[in-house]
């Protein structure tokens, strides 16, 4: 009963979250909410005994990604502009959810032992963590030894969507476009000669 | 915020003590919850606060971009290279038994080269992002600062020819 009492507590505040931030259109605002969505759902994975994804939730979802929207916001205006309800994208979008909530009943009974998740490689990696890796705690070992390669992959994902973010913003563009008998040289001279021709016109 | 006694001295305290916590979530993440992912996430959160307490320009000199790029790309060469060094031992890719000749310490030798691999390379892509977006702001200021100069040079100018001033008071 407690514990249904906490699940249904977590559950309603996301869904509140969910639909005050459907109808906000200050970013900030919109920043904060997704915040507390995250900081909700770690909260939610903590109850599910996930406490390696609730980790990651809230340094991550929480934490940084907050941040990292809150220093795009201070590059684009403040409030969302205003538009209208896509009568094709939500229309997909309520026929997929609902298509979800019908399926929700042939799924296995949660936490149920004879699930097919819980009765394919889950047993050797539980029972291999220990005995052959030697490292009590099952999901780094089934993160770093017995996918390293997905690992592996998450990590050049993140190196490389870090590299084209930077590309696009610190400022490494094309060098402009050179008429004959320009070098790059010659824009940067013109530059500095404006310059000094405004000075002088003040002077 | 920079003229802050309080917000300073909190700073002062919290910033190494968030780093000791990053490297704990990243070098125990055997035992307990945790692991490179969550560590870098944190360790970079310490380089954030300081970037907003003592300014962009301060965190800058404190981590220069140059070496927290070389970070990003140290990571994933790491973690690749591990692959790399069980291969050249004989066996597969990424197959840490090979490393060593008691098979535990081989996997937890191999495990932490290459959770040490996404730490870095997690921590030093936070930075580095949090670093060119507040940088790009800095930068939008001081090409905003400019133009107004220029355009209160021009008005100047302009009124010293005795032509009437137009936007004389941006500056």
Redesign the interface.
């Known amino acids: 009963m407690g514990m249904f009492a906490v699940n249904a507590f977590l559950i309603f505040l996301l869904v509140i979250i969910a639909v005050v931030a459907l109808n906000v259109h200050r970013l900030f605002a919109l920043v904060m909410l997704s915040g507390a969505f995250s900081l909700t759902a770690a909260a939610q994975f903590v109850v599910l005994d996930a ?2 994804v ?3 939730e809230a ?2 979802g929480a ?2 990604s907050t ?2 929207a809150l ?2 916001l ?2 684009v205006p403040r409030e969302e502009k205003p538009h209208a309800i896509a009568p094709l994208p939500a229309l997909i979008a309520v026929a997929t959810g609902a298509l979800l909530m019908v399926s929700i009943g042939d799924l296995p009974q949660f936490g149920a032992a004879d699930a097919p998740v819980h009765i394919h490689v889950a047993p050797d990696y539980i029972s291999g963590s220990e005995k ?6 099952v ?3 089934v ?3 017995y996918r ?2 997905d ?2 992959g ?3 994902v ?2 490389t ?3 084209a ?2 590309l696009i ?3 490494w563009t094309r060098a402009p476009h050179l008429r004959d008998g320009e070098t790059e040289n010659t824009h940067i001279a013109q530059n500095a000669q404006d310059r000094e021709d ?2 002088k ?2 002077g | 915020m920079q003229d802050d006694p309080v917000i300073r001295v909190v700073a002062k305290v919290l910033i190494p003590t968030i780093m000791l916590f990053a490297l704990y ?1 990243q070098f125990h ?7 490179g ?2 560590a870098g ?2 360790f ?2 310490a380089l ?1 606060l300081h970037a907003v307490v003592f300014g962009l320009h301060r965190a800058r000199q404190v981590w220069p971009m140059r070496y927290n ?1 070389m970070g ?2 140290a ?2 060469l790491l ?2 290279g591990t ?1 790399v060094w069980s291969m050249l031992a004989g066996a597969n890719y ?1 197959d ?1 038994f090979a490393l060593k000749a008691d ?2 310490a081989a ?2 030798l ?2 932490l080269l ?2 040490f ?2 730490g870095l ?2 921590a ?3 930075v ?3 670093f ?6 800095t ?2 200021r001081l090409v905003a600062k400019t133009a107004a100069h ?1 355009t209160a ?2 008005g ?2 302009a009124a ?1 020819n005795g032509a009437p001033a137009r936007d004389g008071d941006a500056g």
């Open positions: 406490v390696d609730a980790f990651t340094a991550v934490g940084i941040v990292l220093a795009t201070s590059l052959l890796i030697g490292v009590p705690n999901v780094t070992s993160l770093a030894s390293g390669y690992t592996l998450e990590t050049v993140i190196f969507a870090a590299i973010v930077l913003l610190a400022g405004g000075q016109d003040a | 979530v993440g055997d035992y307990g919850p945790g692991g992912f969550q996430v944190i970079a959160a954030v790029l990003v790309s990571g994933v973690y690749g692959g990424l840490y098979p535990k996997q937890h191999g495990i290459v959770e691999g996404v390379t997690v030093s892509v936070m580095a992002l949090f060119a977006f507040a940088g790009r702001l930068h939008i220029e040079e021009a100047k100018a010293d």
